[in-house]
């Protein structure tokens, strides 16, 4: 028999979960969001479990809205990391779950990947190409990196492209911008880019050598000038954690060095990188608008 009682964990600031009929027409899943009525509002809530019984009198408990998800939002790891920290940090688990999620899937929207912006350079723009920029600079070296094929508007920003200088070339007629669907990037089998191979002096093998012969949690302090070659000691200290398929999170003192790090970044290792700051949000929503 179907359990037609689901257990859901909801944004507000009681350490509990609530009980919800399972319409026969709707089959959410343990670990996936649903729509749920809590007093006049509708909140999006995730499913804990699934029973047959609830301490409450069945006739009396309200039916689920919508279901959101037909999988897990979460993987297990991830979800049993953020159950630890409603548990570490004693703060409700609905509470915690929805913090844990992107802001749209918090009010519902459907849980895939976002469309991303490419630009592409037109048919005026290539004849353009042949008669030059003058001492537009900033315009040629759009249009350069567009003579060899599309190009997503994140390496714009990487490369320190302005969204204005963008909008002049697409009023010019010069280049358009298209919507692709994001697909999910497969890990690849090489992780680096066939480096070139840097000799290490006796401090960088040092620091290298004592990170990461760590076995538990640690925290160290590399000191250097400017130029003393820190970044090529972080690389060589993420490289062994890549192979392992885990992941790095690398924080950058100043969004202006954001773009000169991932390109050090990209040219060393193949592998997916993500970046996130305050500017990157307003450049990305200036475009779209």
């Excluded at 609905?94 to 048919?123: C, M």
């Excluded at 350069?144 to 997503?152: A, V």
């Amino acid at each position: 028999m179907r359990p037609n009682v689901a257990r859901v964990a909801l944004p507000v600031p009681l350490d509990k979960q609530f009980d919800y009929l399972v319409p026969a027409h709707l089959f959410p899943v343990v670990g996936g969001r649903v729509s749920v009525p809590f007093g006049p509002k509708t909140l999006v809530g995730i499913v804990m479990q699934f029973s047959h019984e609830s301490e409450f009198p069945i006739d009396k408990l309200k039916p689920i809205k919508a279901a959101l998800d037909t999988a897990p939002v979460w993987s297990k790891p991830l979800f049993d990391l953020i159950s630890w920290c409603s548990l570490y940090y004693q703060h409700p688990l609905g509470d915690t779950l929805s913090n844990a999620l992107p802001a749209a899937l918090r009010k519902g929207k459907p849980a895939e990947f976002a469309a991303t912006v490419e630009w592409q350079i037109t048919e005026a723009g290539k004849t353009q190409l042949m008669s030059g920029f003058g001492r537009a600079v900033k315009q040629a070296k759009v249009m350069h990196m567009l003579e060899s094929g599309p190009c997503s508007h994140q390496l714009f920003i990487d490369s320190d492209v302005s969204t204005s200088v963008l909008k002049t070339l697409t009023e010019k007629g010069w280049i358009t911008s298209i919507e692709r669907q994001t697909q999910q990037t497969q890990w690849p089998e090489a992780i680096c880019n066939d480096p070139v191979d840097l000799r290490l002096n006796a401090e960088q093998a040092v620091a290298i050598a004592s990170v990461n012969s760590q076995t538990e949690f640690g925290c160290y302090l590399l000191e250097g000038v400017t130029g003393s070659g820190k970044t090529e000691v972080y690389l060589q200290m993420i490289k062994p954690i890549l192979e392992r398929g885990q992941q790095a999170l690398v924080l950058v003192p100043e969004i202006g060095l954001t773009p000169q790090t991932i390109n050090r970044f990209r040219k060393r290792f193949n592998v997916p990188i993500e970046v996130i700051h305050s500017v990157l949000m307003t450049l990305s929503g200036s475009t779209r608008g």
